[in-house]
């Protein structure tokens, strides 16, 4: 067994070993585990139709991908099942993509242990894991995008299309991750720059139109989603549910949210500049403490950011030309988030996934050790 092998096999003993003590001591957080999500799941276990009269409509990946496995494991476990593949294997992309890197720069074994053993310890990844939020999937397939773009190969844009796809049939507004797909596509000689766009186009189809044909058979005449409609809205949950079926709500919901921005442009753009700090300075795993009276949501917090701080910076520290365009989806996430009324925090799990990939090569560097591309 070879050091980066090891290496994996101790970062995923590690994982697996807090999860299991976050089973054992904490409850799990019963708003939390997003109703929604698993309701839509289970109507896809039980009946093979997506769920169609729930107050929130959403893009029809997610509830698939939980709902399938649960045909075999209960509920709870079909969820725990896909959050640890999603964990794993992105630990192993992390681990490819360091061996690929130390064929330009040598790059020290603690420079590839450190960040991994710091992700496989992170709280959100670990609390996420036990439950149905998507934003692990959707971090997972960041990490993809950018493995994928580090070392181009033959199938690589219709492998890019892949993931940009399943990206925006989780959430919409994830389909953001098209954009550094693309980037990375484009690059190279230009004789081949069509056939690359257009395997990505292909491949984001092969994703998107068997599912938005599903949505279009089982669920005629509703929005793919109305999520964002909610979010962008001004309505409490209370009175968003009072609204009637998914087609008046998300009307309702767009007609409150330009009703807002055009009422006080200027006063809308520093409420986001407002939502922005907030999101940025907020621990995401606070979000447990509304549900868990007695959660440690100081310590967990502090530690949450400890991680996301340590990985960006190295993240950008160990960023070349080659890796750069993942910055455009990574930069523009939290403005995403934070441009709505309602502001999500469990995206903020997110950038972990591909800055674990780009930390090594940072740390490398932030310590001095040798040259290597994209260094000059």
Known sequence: MGPLTALGVAASALFLAAFAIHVWLLPIAPGFDDFEHLQAAMAWQQEGRLQSDGVFVRVPLWPVLLGTPAHLLRPGTAVAFVQIACVLATLALALAFARRASAERALPLAAVAAPILLFASSPQVVLYARHAVNELWIGAL????????????????????????????????????????????????????????????????????????????????????????????????????????????????????????????????SAVAKRLTRWITRPATTDFALFMPKFPARAFGLWEHAVLGILVVLAVLGTTARTAPIWIFLAALPILCAFPAHVPFTPKIIPVFPCLLLAPLGLSRALGLGKGEGDE
Not at 144 to 150: D, I, P, Y
Not at 182 to 191: D, E, K, S, V
Not at 213 to 229: E, F, K, M, V, Y
């Open 142 to 269: 960041a990490a993809g995008v950018l493995f994928l773009a580090a070392a181009p190969a033959r199938g690589g844009p219709l492998a890019l299309g892949l993931a940009s796809g399943a990206a925006a049939m989780t959430k919409l507004s994830m389909g953001l991750l098209a954009v550094p797909a693309a980037a990375f596509a484009w690059r190279g000689g230009p004789h081949r720059r069509a056939a690359r766009l257009a395997q990505l186009a292909l491949g984001a189809a092969l994703v998107a139109v068997p599912l938005v044909a599903l949505h279009a058979t089982q669920r005629p005449g509703l929005p793919l989603d109305n999520t964002s409609a909610f979010t962008l809205s001004e309505y409490t949950p209370q009175e968003w549910i009072a609204l009637g079926d998914p087609l008046e709500r998300r009307e309702a919901g767009m007609a409150s949210f330009r009703a807002a921005l055009t009422r006080d442009p200027l006063g809308y753009a």
